[in-house]
């Protein structure tokens, strides 16, 4: 039987713990977070790419807790808005934490007042980095399309879920309206999660 391989996740975000912990049931992979390592250092994202950031947050901790350490960098590109918040995502209205995301959509929502229906096309895109102590590292991307709406909608989800309104889906939901499995399995986050599972065994193989 294969023994359990403890991760640990480069976040202090509790619902991208929560998520990505909810994925990896099952398998033999069991998710730490920082609020398990008393001296994790403060890793700035200054990258300009989801993977540059998913990658130095990964790598930093890695090397520093000598854990093998996955890390992911995801937020939100509108069109209208030549992609912005993208990589700014999280501080888009100049704060950080879970204590932005009201701001973070007001501020959203008002740069979009005036743009139509069929203009507000915009994506979730999600960059994973899982990085050994040694260096090695796996890479995996996720990315689901959809637009945004003209108020928030729903009380699941977390950051810009409320506004972000699912192509395809035949109920016209917001992901803040799904239910965590529905979510799980549809997100950019889930999608690139799953993308690497298959070959995650290289990274823990001596």
Not at 61 to 80: F, K, N, W, Y
Not at 116 to 125: E, I, L, S, Y
Not at 154 to 176: C, H, K, Q, S
């Amino acid at each position: 039987m294969n023994e359990t391989v403890e991760v640990l996740l480069a976040t202090s975000n509790r619902h991208k713990l929560r998520e990505i912990r909810a994925m990896l049931e099952g398998t033999r992979f069991r998710v730490i977070s920082l609020a398990d390592i008393a001296d994790a250092p403060e890793v700035i994202e200054d990258g300009d790419t989801f993977r540059a950031n998913a990658d130095k947050k990964a790598r930093s901790l890695a090397m520093h807790t000598g854990r093998l350490c996955v890390a992911d960098d995801s937020g939100i590109e509108v069109d209208a808005l030549d992609g912005a918040p993208g990589v700014h995502s999280a501080r888009f209205a100049g704060r950080s934490g879970e204590a932005a995301d009201p701001a973070n959509n007001r501020l959203l929502l008002d740069k979009l007042r005036e743009v139509p229906d069929g203009k507000r096309t915009a994506r979730f895109r999600c960059a994973l980095a899982i990085v050994r102590p040694d260096g090695r590292a796996l890479y995996s991307d996720g990315t689901v399309e959809g637009h945004i709406g003209h108020k928030e909608i729903g009380d699941g989800g977390f950051g810009y879920d409320p506004l972000f309104l699912l192509d395809g889906d035949p109920e016209g939901r917001t992901t803040a309206q799904l239910s965590a499995e529905e979510k799980n399995a549809i997100s950019h986050r889930g999608l690139a999660l799953r993308a690497l599972l298959p070959i995650l065994e290289e990274l823990v193989a001596p």
